[in-house]
């Protein structure tokens, strides 16, 4: 029994990925607090009302009449779904340390995590299942997406490898998927929503270069045309040594994470939607 690709560590810097909603204009905690909040397009009553406080005291913060409390501060980046990397720039802002660690898969204590991970991958073969971060670069794969990897040139190949970069690109995963319009479209709105929630500039350099790339015309595809399979979700529908393979796709995140590199990882798992997919993938990956 052969286990999963390792968990390596992001090549990412700590400060890289995400910046406040000004672009980095605003300075001081206030105009962040307000930035999240119109984005989430919540007014201050109703912000008060959930975070148990007065629309009187989150105004005053915002123009900087009043320095919030940590507990404050922390309570309200909860309730407007702040992700934990930027709940770290609030508290500086403010003038306080930051809460959360931001801790290298690397590291030693992180051993554990990779170790799960790792048997997690294993353990859902044949199926493919991937690890990646916030900008979809990918830190652990297993066999189940290895074998579909044949013939892809090295350049995209080559660390850090992208997820999004290695399906969309011409020459990368793209010229293999039937129902390519369709798949290319739901990962850029899957994409835009998250740059929409987290304004990372790293994310948004990755949508701009993928969402630029040429897509050929596929031709006419059994999914287009009505297959006959029940399909219950948009299948991800990819030929694999002249067989198309159908996958219903699903992503996981940690549960309240305490570290920003926790935060940031997503497990994408492949789901057999046929049952001529499943009995290929049982036999190939043995």
Do not use: C
Not at 128 to 138: K, T
């Amino acid at each position: 029994m052969t286990t999963a690709a390792p968990v390596k560590g992001s090549t990412r810097g700590k400060a890289k990925g995400t910046t406040d909603n000004t672009g980095g204009r605003a300075s001081g905690v206030g105009p962040l607090l307000r930035g999240w909040r119109e984005r989430r397009r919540v007014s201050q009553l109703e912000l008060a009302l959930r975070a148990d406080s007065s629309a009187r005291h989150i105004s005053f913060v915002e123009t900087g009449r009043s320095r919030p409390s940590e507990e404050f501060l922390l309570r309200i980046a909860d309730h407007l779904d702040v992700p934990v990397r930027d709940r770290n720039s609030l508290l500086l802002a403010a003038g306080y340390a930051p809460r959360f660690r931001e801790t290298s898969l690397d590291d030693p204590a992180m051993g554990t995590l990779r170790e799960g991970l790792e048997q997690l991958l294993a353990g859902y073969e044949p199926y493919p299942a991937l690890v990646v971060d916030a900008r979809y670069d990918v830190v652990a794969a297993n066999r189940g997406i290895t074998m579909m990897l044949g013939g892809i040139p090295d350049h995209l190949l080559a660390p850090p490898l992208n997820a999004m970069r290695l399906t969309l690109h011409p020459e990368g995963l793209a010229p293999r998927i039937r129902n390519l319009r369709e798949w290319r479209g739901h990962l850029l709105h899957q994409m835009e929503r998250q740059i929409a929630l987290q304004r990372s500039d790293a994310l948004r350099a990755v949508y701009e270069e993928v969402a630029a790339y040429p897509v050929a015309d596929p031709g006419v595809d059994a999914f287009e045309a009505g297959a006959e399979v029940p399909y219950f979700a948009l299948p991800l529908r990819i030929e694999h040594d002249g067989h198309v393979l159908s996958f219903i796709s699903s992503i996981s995140t940690f549960n309240t994470p305490m570290d920003v590199t926790v935060a940031e990882l997503a497990i994408e798992t492949l789901l057999p939607a046929d049952p001529a997919t499943s009995k290929y993938l049982q036999e190939y990956v043995s």
